[in-house]
């Protein structure tokens, strides 16, 4: 797992923290907020914004992910996502999907709930047996 300094944990939960509060949830009144750190030390936040036509909402983690992607990012050193819940809320299966794209499955992922604690769990954890494009490659040819 990557090591990450105290200062960008910091960081990182200070802006998961502060993406949560731009969230545009108005059907679920779920708010998420999530903080990527790129290779190069840059940070992207994202939230999630939801739609009149619900299937068109997109998660936080996604957000923050496109924002850092289409800015040419494709190397990640941490992750973070909070929500208004006491208890941890982890990404879904599209989004652990979406995340696992890019990896490394060492990638950590912290999980804060609202007491101020986090959790802390790796990419490959949360997506085990992770389906990939080099796997996809192999059925074509198949
Ligand atoms: N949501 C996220 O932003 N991330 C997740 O990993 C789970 C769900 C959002 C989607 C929707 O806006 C709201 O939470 C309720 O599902």
């Not at 300094?5 to 907020?33: C, H, I, M, Q, W």
């Not at 750190?37 to 936080?60: H, M, R």
């Amino acid at each position: 797992m990557n090591h990450i300094s105290k200062e960008n944990l910091d960081l990182l939960f200070k802006y998961a923290l502060e993406a949560k509060e731009t969230s545009y949830s108005p059907y679920s009144k779920f708010r998420v907020g999530a903080a990527l750190l790129t290779k190069d030390g840059t940070w992207y936040k994202g939230c999630n914004v939801e739609n009149a036509s619900y299937g068109a909402a997109i998660c936080a983690e996604r957000t923050a992910y496109c924002k850092a992607i289409s800015e040419g990012h494709r190397e990640f050193i941490a992750l973070a996502v909070s929500t208004d819940q006491d208890d941890f809320v982890s990404p879904c299966g599209i989004c652990r999907q979406f995340i696992s794209e890019f990896g490394p499955g060492s990638l950590p992922v912290y999980l804060l709930n609202t007491k101020g604690e986090f959790k802390l769990i790796t990419l490959s954890e949360l997506l085990p047996l992770s389906f990939s494009l080099e796997q996809g490659q192999k059925f074509l040819i198949k």
